[in-house]
């Protein structure tokens, strides 16, 4: 039996993260990895076609760039290079009309005020109040639950009235947004459209603040990738785990939890292969499997496995990749230089997509997110060509039979050829990852469902995963969830293992008693059997 000090299971970014954390404190730490490559959903390959590199699943990190955690990484310093298309993100219209969001605010604001004289000063203001919040409000969303550090300073730059005023808009669904604040369209498309990469509907409470975040982050840092791949991220994240003195170890399933006296004592693999922690276990998997699956519920309470039972995921995704033999031929000039493009429907239609995905049928006009990889990163394909994918929301309980999903990937064409006529005919080669896909390459992808459970408000902070402390450790003392099941969810950020990591140091420590006396005299009290 081998021993460490802490053993990560899962070398997802967040794992990759608060592995990184942990080696930087001088832990002993190994990473087990079922796949057979690093990264989790960020990674690459060619699977259009020879030559076209393709991001696997997710592919543009405004909150990687945005993040406190990954910004004191400094990756760069282990090969990590990024790279930004000409704009950031234009919604294409089936008229050819565009509304852009350009790198520069004022080249923004340009455009909006052609649309409808005055957004174009409205988006600056906002953006403008975005730059007032942004590095206390990162802080205190990055943080663990309560953030007292970052919510105060947060507050004393707000005051009473700004901070009841970010209150509102953290609760404000994102088509009420749009209308309180542009006289257009152009402004709501940005908005709904940045919403619409969650799953919450534009009608529903807790969208605004979705749209608003990414909208500002894109404004600020753009929408970047990495050069040569989202793979190359996870690559960075890893090669500083190693530089650090920390092991890797890929093909390595974890099948158990061991758990002794209460606490979590190390990790049974599914080869049979022990190993024991001598501090911490830090698991990078969704909440039902940690619970259900690695530890078990003779080691749980039982309201943690009632409350599991009311866990939601999030909307499926499915997803289309291509090899292009020559970039889009968008009817909107906007679109051309833009590494992220949203089409499919208007204002309107976002709702007509929510209402399909709430009665359990794939929309007839999908709501599209398309990535123009080479415009966004020259290495990404030959010279001429682009590579490019797109993904569309879906509802769960669909039978994706090979004529559900070849009708599924004709819906997304179709609209693409709206906007960009003649597509179909430069498509040298196609991909197609359907939702059972996904959770085939990426067991925590459950269901095609990427963001470790759904968004919506009923299922964050301190109901996130279920109802509790909103914290990374666990009933089990030494056993911390380090993925996007835990606050503050999905997106490639690394909070969620960068949380754990801390919260394992800290209780580790020579001074770690109280607070680990604390968390489990309120983990008592929450999870009481009444």
Not at 278 to 301: I, K, Q, S
Request: charged share 20%.
């Amino acid at each position: 039996m081998r021993t460490v000090d802490a053993v990560v299971v899962g070398a997802g970014p967040n794992g990759l993260v608060a592995a990184n954390a942990l080696v930087d404190a001088g832990w002993d730490v190994l990473v087990l990895e079922a796949q057979d490559a690093v990264g989790g959903a960020v990674r690459t390959a060619e699977v259009a076609a020879p030559g076209f590199r393709t991001d696997l699943f997710s592919a543009f990190y405004p909150l990687a760039a945005g993040s406190p955690v990954i910004r004191g990484l400094h990756l760069e310093e282990h090969g990590l290079a990024w790279s930004r298309a000409p704009s950031v993100l234009a919604h294409v219209l089936d008229d050819g009309g565009a509304a852009v969001l350009h790198a520069e605010p004022e080249d923004t604001a340009a455009g909006l005020d052609e649309l409808a004289p005055g957004d174009g000063d409205a988006w600056l203001r906002m953006f403008a109040g975005w730059r007032r919040v942004r590095d206390p409000l990162l802080d205190a969303l990055f943080s663990p639950l309560p953030a007292a550090g970052p919510a105060l300073r947060l507050l004393s730059r707000l005051g009473v009235g700004g901070a009841l005023d970010l209150g509102r808009l953290a609760v404000l669904p994102v088509r009420r947004l749009a209308d309180e604040t542009f006289r257009g369209e152009g402004g709501g498309l940005l908005l709904t459209g940045n919403a619409m990469h969650s799953d919450v509907p534009p009608d529903a409470a807790g969208s605004g603040l979705f749209g608003w975040l990414l909208a500002m982050l894109g404004q600020d840092v753009g929408f970047p990738v990495p050069v040569g791949g989202a793979g190359s991220l996870a690559d960075a994240l890893a090669a500083r785990v190693r530089a650090g003195g920390g092991e890797i170890v890929t093909g390595a399933r974890v099948d158990r939890v061991l758990v002794g006296r209460g606490r979590a004592v190390g990790v049974r693999t599914a080869d049979g292969e022990l190993v024991r922690a001598r501090r911490a276990v830090l698991a990078d998997v969704t909440a039902p499997a940690l619970y259900r699956d690695l530890v078990g519920a003779e080691h749980l309470p039982p309201r943690l496995l009632r409350d599991l039972d009311r866990f939601q995921w999030d909307h499926p995704t499915f997803k289309v990749n291509w090899a292009l033999d020559r970039p889009f031929a968008w009817t909107a000039e906007g679109a051309r230089g833009a590494g992220t493009v949203h089409l499919g429907v208007d204002r309107r239609g976002f709702v007509d997509v929510a209402a399909s995905l709430s009665k359990g049928e794939p929309p007839e006009r999908p709501f599209l997110v398309l990535g123009q990889m080479t415009t966004s990163d020259p290495t990404r394909s030959p010279r001429g060509t682009e590579s490019a994918w797109a993904y569309s929301h879906v509802p769960h309980g669909i039978d994706w039979t090979p004529d559900a999903v070849a009708d599924q990937a004709d819906r997304m064409e179709d609209a693409l050829d709206r906007v960009a006529p003649g597509f179909r005919d430069t498509v040298v080669g196609r991909s197609v990852q359907g939702p059972a896909d996904l959770e085939a390459a990426d067991a925590n992808l459950v269901g095609g469902a990427v963001n470790g459970g759904t968004s919506a408000v009923h299922q964050e902070l301190v109901f996130r995963p279920t109802s509790g402390l909103g914290r990374p450790e666990t009933p089990v003392e030494g056993l911390y969830l380090a993925s996007a099941s835990a606050h503050p969810g999905g997106g490639v950020h690394g909070a969620c293992g960068w949380n754990a990591a801390r919260v394992a140091l800290a209780a580790a420590s020579p001074w770690g008693a109280l607070p680990r006396a604390l968390v489990r005299s309120a983990w008592g009290r929450l999870l009481r059997n009444v």
